[in-house]
């Protein structure tokens, strides 16, 4: 049974710092490209982040770069979204995804996901 468990959302004020996790199972987590994707109310699902199979490469939308890092850590099965000088156009249901394809960006190319955590970032 696939599990993948984010944890870690909340409000902040603009300028602060929030970490995203995510902890998965039920799949070989070292065969998948995992990913962020975000959603704002009203508005698509777009891709935030993406780390290779083995962690060593790293694509990130535009509006991102320079202030959010994502990493991965295998051995434990975990995938992390460190966000730095958040701006309120940052709030959005955050999600972590897998696939094994290094079709980072194509949400249509992962096959499990979470549940989502919110993120409220405040001006």
């Known amino acids: 049974q696939v599990q993948m468990v984010e944890s870690g959302g909340g409000s902040v004020q603009a300028g602060n710092s929030l970490k995203l996790s995510c902890t998965a199972s039920g799949f070989i987590f070292g065969d998948y490209v995992m990913g962020w994707f975000r959603q704002a109310s009203g508005k698509a699902r777009e891709f935030v982040a993406a780390?290779?199979?083995?962690?060593?490469?790293?694509q990130y939308r535009d509006s991102v770069k320079g202030r959010f890092i994502v990493s991965r850590d295998n051995a434990n099965r975990m995938v992390t979204l460190e966000m730095g000088k958040l701006k309120p156009e940052d709030t959005a249901d955050y999600y972590c995804a897998a696939t094994p394809s290094w079709e980072y960006d194509q949400s249509r190319q992962y096959e499990y996901w979470g549940q989502g955590t919110q993120v409220v970032v405040s001006s």
């Open positions: 780390v290779h199979w083995y962690g060593d490469k790293f």
